[in-house]
Structures are given as structure tokens and as C-alpha cells.
């Protein structure tokens, strides 16, 4: 059978973007626009693993669904197909062969999206909202890995309804990253654990936060020898921390560095700090890619501790990124992020304090945070009238050159 079965698309087809004229300014660099893209504000993207021919990216969004399009060499996007789940999809991955998509949802549950069939069924349970949800080949066992904010890590044989094995966290899981046979899950009240996942997982050590606000996004990193040795974690206060598992020296290799900020590193003056969304490591120069609620993403050398590149400025935050499986498209998700928004508070009870990074977060439906509001000390937490539209949620593709970097501009066809 063909990959996604027949008749499986949405949207109108393909959309070749190559040599638009289009000035824009949700679009300031002239990147490959993503055709159809969610209607609400995306939360994951992936590519397809180089088992499969071709280039396939997923994005999960808040408005319940993951949808696949075929990026093609001419520049051309194809909507190919997509599924949906009863609450907002806040995780996806590919299986290793790319025949199966697994997404991870605010309605507790986690799917397998079978793409020959087309058809999804239900494989993971859980008492709260999954944040996140890997694919584990291991020598000896396969696997799907998923992390909720029930306080559980669990791991599922897509064959049986029970799990082969649950871990319990000290928190609620904010965001996870697995680079075989290494496993990073960082949750909330900044706490961080590794795992090892050789044989079975299980719990390896457990790191003192080298951040001192929220956690928002981790990605586990590889040495020359191509095996994973640390972790880039980004938080909500504009700052990443390169973390080495066992470095010869820790104080020297394991360092932090500032960045999606409204002006840079210059602290003369007071600063606009944004959140750090995603990092994305490039698959073949070890690169890095940060995306920010400030509309930019970014490019820097961990090993040389410099910037290499910082984007024009989108007129919406970035809210995810990937790599394809060589490193020749950067992929990165625009869209509203409850960052810059107020609303009336009527329930007091619905507003809880986060003590690790004095953040306001009033919670809405399905744990969607309805506002995040910065709390200075001694003041009291204030809100404004909600926003009347929801703003427009994009997709874009970026080609890359040998070092990894995008172009910021748009390639012509040849």
C-alpha cells in the first residue's frame, strides 16, 4: 500500500513559494511557506528519519490535530495527511523506519498514526496531560516513552494496552529529549533527570538545575564518536545551559549563555527577556538552533561559545524548530505562544504561582495556560482584556548551507 493510503490529504495541494514577492512581515525572510497550515498555535514539529526516502515534517498543534506534508527539493509543500486527538497535541515523533507517527495530547492519551493505513489507535494512558513522547530502538526492545504531568515516565509496548514499565518523577514533566541510550526529562520545580536505557530504563542520576527559572525545552547533544554526551536546556528567562553528562572538568566544559533578548548581551540598559521554546542540534556540524518568544531564532557554535546567526524578526514568537535528517532544512513553527496576552481574572483559585520562576499561570481548559504574567517581588500579579482574534499560525522552511546555517533569504529556483 502507498504511504498515507489514498485520498488522505487536506488542504488544496501543493504551493510552489519560489520567487514570491510576498513583503509580509509574518514572513520578513522570505522562507518556504508551509501550505495549510494548523489553525491554532503549533507546539511540535519533526521530520521524517533518513530510513525514508524523501522529506516528511509532522506538526502537532492546539487545535487538536498533527498533519504531515511532503517538503520537496523544488520548494513545493504537499499536505498529506493528518489526524486528530479530542484535546491539543503537545508532542509528536516518527518511528525509525518512518511508517508510524506518535503524537502525545492534552486528552491524556497518546496515538499511533499507522501512515500506510492511515488509521490512528490509542497506545498510552495516563492521569494527566502527555508533554511528551519518544520512540526508544534499543537493541533488545522497541518502545514509545511518554512523559506527563501526572509526575509518571512510562514506556508502552504499541502492542499491549498496560505499560511495560512506569517511573515516578518528583514532577510534572515539562519536556524530554531521547538520543539512544541516553534519556533527559526535565520538569517542573527545575528539576532535571537522567536515564539509561540499556537492557530496561532506568533512572541514571538526578542534576541540580544549572538554570534558576522554568525549564522550557531540552536537546541531548553528540560527540565525535556520534554518542550522546550532554544536553542544551532552555528556559523561560532567555537562557541555555550546555550540560556534559561526565566532563573532565565541570566548572570549565558545562557553561550558560544568554540569549532572546531585546538587546543582546548589553545590560546597561533594562532588557526585554523572552522564553527559549526549542533547541534543535544540526545532525551533522553538532550546531545549534534556539527559537524565542521574541520572533527570532538563532544559530551559535557550543564549542567555540559564539552566535553564528540571529534571524530578522517574525511578528509572532517562534514556537518550535527541527532539522531534517542531514541538516539541509531547518524547519520552525510562528504562531501565538500566551506570552504577551492579560485576561480578567475572576477565579482567584485558578491562578497558581510557579515558586522556581515567580510566573503567573492562569490555567484554562485542558491545562492551556490562558496567561503567563512576570511577578516582580512585592507586586501584585495584574491582567488586561483578552485579545479579540486569535493571531494567524505558520509554518516555514529554511534550506541550509555547509555549515548548517540558513539562508535568510529566499532561494530562487535554478
Known amino acids: 500500500m502507498s504511504l498515507f493510503g489514498a485520498n488522505t490529504g487536506f488542504g488544496t495541494g501543493g504551493t510552489g513559494v519560489f520567487g514570491s514577492t510576498t513583503t509580509d512581515s509574518h514572513n520578513p525572510m ?27 515534517l509532522i506538526g502537532g498543534s492546539w487545535a487538536n490535530d498533527v498533519r ?43 496515538k499511533m498514526w499507522d501512515l500506510n493505513s492511515n488509521q ?9 496531560p502527555i508533554k511528551a ?40 514533566c515539562y519536556c524530554a529529549d531521547v538520543v539512544y541510550p541516553m534519556a533527559v526529562v526535565a520538569t517542573a520545580e527545575r528539576g532535571l533527570i537522567v536515564y539509561q536505557l540499556e537492557n530496561q530504563p532506568s533512572e541514571f542520576r538526578r542534576i541540580d538545575s544549572p538554570l534558576k527559572h522554568q525549564h522550557r525545552c531540552v536537546a541531548i547533544f553528540k560527540d565525535k564518536q556520534n554518542k550522546p554526551t550532554g544536553f542544551a536546556l532552555g528556559s523561560i528567562e532567555g537562557r541555555v545551559a550546555i550540560h556534559y553528562i561526565n566532563p573532565p572538568n565541570p566548572a570549565k566544559d558545562n557553561f550558560t549563555f544568554k540569549c532572546h533578548r531585546s538587546n ?24 545549534l538552533a534556539t527559537v524565542g518568544s521574541d520572533g527570532r531564532f538563532s544559530f551559535w557554535d557550543k564549542d567555540a561559545r559564539t552566535k553564528l546567526k540571529t534571524s530578522e524578526q517574525l511578528d509572532q514568537p517562534i514556537t518550535a524548530c527541527c532539522f531534517n535528517h542531514n541538516g539541509n532544512i531547518f524547519a520552525y513553527a510562528s504562531s501565538y505562544d500566551w506570552s504577551k496576552v492579560g485576561f480578567v481574572v475572576t477565579d482567584c483559585s485558578l491562578l497558581s504561582l510557579d515558586s522556581s520562576c515567580q510566573v503567573a499561570s492562569l490555567v484554562g481548559k485542558c ?48
Open 120 to 128: 490512528a489507535m490509542q497506545i498510552a494512558q495516563h492521569d494527566g
Open 367 to 414: 491545562g492551556r495556560p490562558a496567561a503567563l504574567v512576570c511577578i516582580r517581588s512585592g507586586q501584585t500579579p495584574s491582567f488586561g482584556q483578552t485579545p479579540g482574534t486569535m493571531p494567524r499560525c505558520f509554518v516555514y522552511c529554511a534550506w541550509t548551507n555547509q555549515r548548517g546555517l540558513p539562508y535568510l533569504v529566499l532561494i530562487t529556483a535554478a
Open 30 to 56: 522570505k522562507d518556504v511557506e508551509v501550505t495549510s497550515p494548523p489553525d491554532d498555535s503549533i507546539s511540535c514539529l519533526a521530520f521524517s528519519p533518513p530510513t525514508m526516502p524523501g522529506n516528511f
Open 264 to 287: 543582546g548581551t548589553n545590560t546597561t540598559t533594562p532588557q526585554d527577556i523572552y522564553a527559549v521554546n526549542a533547541i534543535s542540534f544540526h545532525p551533522v556540524h553538532g550546531t
Open 133 to 172: 513522547i519518544h520512540w526508544i530502538k534499543a537493541p533488545n526492545y522497541s518502545c514509545i516513552m511518554t512523559g506527563s504531568w501526572d509526575k509518571t515516565l512510562k514506556f508502552w509496548d504499541t502492542r499491549s494496552p498496560n505499560p511495560m514499565m512506569s517511573l515516578q518523577m518528583p514532577e510534572r
Open 68 to 110: 504531515c506534508w511532503e517538503v520537496q527539493d523544488n520548494g513545493q509543500t504537499v499536505p498529506k495527511a493528518q489526524q486528530m486527538h479530542t484535546g491539543p497535541v503537545l508532542d509528536a515523533c516518527w518511528s525509525d523506519d518512518g511508517s508510524k507517527v506518535f503524537t502525545a495530547s492534552c486528552d491524556k492519551t497518546a
